[in-house]
């Protein structure tokens, strides 16, 4: 797995894509449908380890 980027990504529409600034470069283009159930599985997964860390740093007290 790569290092995680602390950086948020700026995220913009055009011609109909929504389009994702990622890093080094790179640039992802989706459908308006695709994005928002990817931005549905990103917000999940986020709360998901956020959560799991606050668990952890309770386990450790």
Known sequence: MTSPH???RDV???DG???IDG???AVIAMTPEA???T???L???ALDE???RAQRSGDAD
């Open 43 to 45: 917000d999940e997964a």
């Open 39 to 41: 931005a549905g599985r």
């Open 23 to 25: 890093p080094d470069g």
């Open 12 to 14: 913009f529409h055009e």
């Open 35 to 37: 994005a928002l159930r």
């Open 6 to 8: 602390a950086q948020p």
């Open 17 to 19: 894509e929504v389009v």
């Open 50 to 52: 956020l959560i799991a």
